[in-house]
């Protein structure tokens, strides 16, 4: 989805402040669960109508979700525990956020935006299941990961939405954003079955 250009020139701005991050004692780990708290915090506060403090959080935990890998090959690589907690924080962060969003929705009596956070927490949520567990039977992550919402467009749409939001002071344009969203993820989730499915029917497993 990033131009490789653009992912190699983000790898090397974020590379001196990962390795003084590992230099100060600053593990991947802690950097992981600083971004998923930061997150938590952003969706609280989407929840009690505060869209220009959400967007701070969550932009900052965004940072740390991407300067949290560049710790860990700056410190060596990766470990299981280091995958197993990016991955969890991601499921808690996204709940957050839209769990957030139907919550504002249900107190503003605003039906739309409750019934459009529910649709994106339970598309961002079978979004990644089916590729993890495509790839635990086998099937290339290249294919498991097809569609044009993975996680990292999804959180695109929030921020932008979130940005418009408190630019301009209308929640609708949150809700735009929000239902975009929705509908990418439920796309991404029935292209993700149909491809798994006729991979997995062709090795005939």
């Given at each position: 989805?990033?131009?490789?250009?653009?992912?190699?020139?983000?790898?090397?701005?974020?590379?001196?402040?990962?390795?003084?991050?590992?230099?100060?004692?600053?593990?991947?780990?802690?950097?992981?669960?600083?971004?998923?708290?930061?997150?938590?915090?952003?969706?609280?506060?989407?929840?009690?109508?505060?869209?220009?403090?959400?967007?701070?959080a969550l932009l900052v935990g965004t940072a740390c979700d991407t300067i949290d890998g560049a710790v860990a090959r700056a410190s060596g690589g990766g470990t299981k525990l280091g995958g197993f907690l990016d991955s969890t924080t991601d499921r808690v962060a996204d709940a957050a956020i839209f769990g957030g969003t139907a919550a504002l929705g249900a107190a503003l009596g605003f039906g739309l935006l409750?019934?459009?956070?529910?649709?994106?927490l339970v598309g961002s949520f079978l979004v990644p299941y089916v590729r993890a567990k495509a790839e635990s039977m086998g099937v290339p992550a290249a294919v498991a990961a097809v569609g044009p919402a993975p996680r990292e467009a999804r959180i695109v749409v929030v921020l932008l939405g979130l940005a418009a939001w408190a630019l301009f002071g209308l929640n609708e344009l949150?809700?735009?954003?929000?239902l975009l969203l929705a509908i990418l993820a439920l796309i991404t989730?029935?292209?993700?079955?149909?491809?798994?499915?006729a991979r997995l029917g062709k090795e005939g497993t």
């Open positions: 989805m990033v131009p490789d250009r653009l992912a190699r020139s983000t790898r090397l701005g974020i590379a001196p402040i990962a390795r003084g991050l590992v230099a100060a004692g600053v593990t991947a780990n802690v950097v992981t669960l600083i971004g998923g708290a930061l997150t938590v915090i952003g969706g609280a506060l989407i929840a009690l109508d505060r869209p220009g403090y959400a967007l701070v409750f019934w459009a956070g529910l649709l994106a949150y809700l735009l954003a929000v989730f029935v292209q993700r079955v149909a491809t798994v499915a």
